[in-house]
């Protein structure tokens, strides 16, 4: 069974592979020093079957969005600033793609940003997205490409909230 789980000195960290340098730099040499400092927390996909082997991870944090760099509609809503999580890394490894983990992740993003917004408030979900290949796969989800960059997407707390309630 699949479980999701808080990163931890028993999994293997240098056996992950998602193809891409810097995120599995991260994983290896960051994500546990960054936890531990309460800068972020970074969560891993594994299979009881084996469960040291790190099928995927996600890390999420806290941001202070600047509102007026929100679509207007959602700009005029807000004060000047205000919180949102945001989703910092996401990464499958490389024989494991496309067969719905990274969504799977998403969605425990997703379920954690929505406990942060009902015991502190946030106004939604935050990427950025290292290419246009990632923003096309944020979109799919729900996310908004701000307008002054459309590499930083935003998922509205009204949609993420819809999104989990059709799970
Ligand atoms: C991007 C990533 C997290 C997606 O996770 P995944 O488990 O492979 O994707 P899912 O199975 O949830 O979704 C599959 C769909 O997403 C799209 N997709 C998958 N990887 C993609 C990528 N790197 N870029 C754009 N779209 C991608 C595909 O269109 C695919 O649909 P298809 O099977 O109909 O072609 C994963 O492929 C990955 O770790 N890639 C390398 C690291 C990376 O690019 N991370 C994003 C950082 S911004």
Do not use: W
């Amino acid at each position: 069974m699949l479980r999701i789980e808080p990163l931890s000195r028993r999994h293997d960290r240098e056996g992950f592979d998602c193809g891409n340098l810097e995120l599995n730099d991260y994983l290896r040499h960051t994500a546990r020093q960054h936890t531990d400092k309460g800068l972020s927390r970074t969560e891993v996909l594994v299979n009881d079957d084996a469960p040291d082997e790190i099928l995927g991870y996600v890390t999420v944090g806290l941001a202070e969005i600047i509102t007026d760099t929100l679509p207007p509609r959602y700009a005029k809503k807000y004060p000047s600033k205000a919180h949102g999580v945001k989703l910092a890394r996401l990464a499958v490894t490389k024989s494991r793609q496309r067969e719905g983990l990274g969504a799977l992740m998403m969605i425990h993003a997703m379920r954690r940003a929505l406990q942060v917004a009902d015991s502190a408030g946030i106004i939604g979900l935050f990427v950025d997205a290292k290419d246009t290949a990632a923003g096309r796969y944020y979109r799919r989800f729900g996310f908004i490409p701000l307008p002054d960059d459309p590499q930083k997407l935003f998922l509205p707390l009204a949609t993420l909230r819809h999104a989990l309630h059709e799970q």
